[in-house]
């Protein structure tokens, strides 16, 4: 059974950092890509960062450049997302995703709050 179970969620002021996990199970963890989501609300998903099976991350959406970083172990089956200088526009629920070709999985998902 395929799972990816985020976690490391919760409030935060503004300005300050988060470390997102995600532990994944039931596939070849190291043979995905690793991605980062969120989904603000009334908003739609946003991919945000990505990285290889070896590593190289990715940063696709500009309002987090520079301040979000993602990384893996693929020892620990775990991918993290860490975050810094966060906005309260940063805001929302925050998606692990696997890829490989055109499979995909996702988790449920772990909310963020940045509110003073």
């Known amino acids: 059974q395929v799972q990816l179970v985020e976690s490391g969620g919760g409030l935060v002021q503004p300005g300050g950092s988060l470390t997102l996990s995600c532990i994944a199970s039931?596939?070849?963890?190291?043979?995905?890509?690793m991605r980062w989501s969120r989904q603000a609300p009334g908003k739609e998903r946003e991919l945000l960062v990505g990285i290889g099976t070896v590593g190289g991350g990715t940063t696709f959406a500009d309002s987090v450049k520079g301040r979000f970083t993602i990384s893996r172990d693929n020892a620990k089956n775990t991918v993290y997302l860490q975050m810094t200088s966060l906005k309260l526009e940063d805001t929302a629920v925050y998606y692990c995703?696997?890829?490989?070709?055109?499979?995909?999985?996702w988790g449920q998902g772990t909310q963020v709050t940045v509110s003073s």
């Open positions: 039931g596939f070849p963890f190291s043979s995905y890509a």
């Open positions: 995703n696997a890829r490989q070709l055109e499979v995909d999985y």
